[in-house]
């Protein structure tokens, strides 16, 4: 798995996640929009912070324990700062650098700001609900608006998250969404009966973020 959500879903997956919205979708009014992100943040502060204090310490051992020049040192010390962020651009490397609450921060405003730009606050009834994934965090969240909220407590979502990730973890990322949009779309069911003439303002597809 590469991390990037072309590569997690092929055009197939993403179709058969499509239809599984669909008939979710037809027992509520509730709207499903499924994300996809291949991560949430860049995290290139990191590297950066890394090779600057590898540079900084570089010399220290340097010039304790070799004869070497004030000019070979530093030398020494621009190649090993180089090194390290040459090493630590690599995007999983990058990210393990980073603490995990720091990731789940960045992830859990990554969901919020997808939900608002995506239109989900701009459904009839407000009844708009996110299914979040982000594949290098390792995170999933479910964002529902104001007319999902206020009937369904936030940790009922609980359960259709963490199988998500746990499929995620299998390696089986297409199992795991299809499984959530059915768990969502149940507890939709449930708390928000479809209307007469369903308005389905937000399409049936999966959105993928490089």
């Not at 590469?2 to 919205?21: C, H, K, N, V």
Request: charged fraction near 20%.
């Amino acid at each position: 798995m590469t991390g990037e959500p072309t590569d997690l879903l092929s055009r197939d997956a993403r179709d058969r996640i499509a239809q599984a919205i669909g008939v979710a979708e037809a027992g509520t009014a509730g709207e499903i929009v499924v994300l996809v992100a291949a991560r949430a943040g860049r995290y290139r502060s990191a590297p950066l912070l890394l090779a600057l204090a590898c540079s900084l310490a570089a010399p220290w051992p340097l010039i304790l324990l070799t004869a070497m020049s004030a000019a070979s040192i530093a030398l020494t010390q621009a190649a090993l700062g180089l090194a390290v962020l040459m090493v630590c651009a690599h995007p999983r490397i990058a990210i393990a650098l980073v603490p995990r609450a720091i990731r789940r921060a960045r992830a859990h405003e990554a969901a919020i700001r997808e939900f608002t730009t995506r239109g989900l606050t701009r459904t009839q009834g407000r009844t708009g609900v996110l299914i979040y994934l982000t594949v290098a965090e390792g995170y999933a969240e479910i964002v529902a608006d104001h007319g999902v909220a206020k009937r369904v407590p936030a940790e009922v979502w609980a359960d259709a998250i963490a199988a998500l990730l746990t499929s995620l973890r299998q390696g089986k990322p297409e199992d795991g969404l299809i499984a959530a949009v059915r768990q969502v779309g149940a507890i939709l069911a449930e708390t928000l009966p479809p209307e007469a003439q369903p308005a389905n303002a937000l399409p049936n597809r999966v959105i993928v973020v490089p």
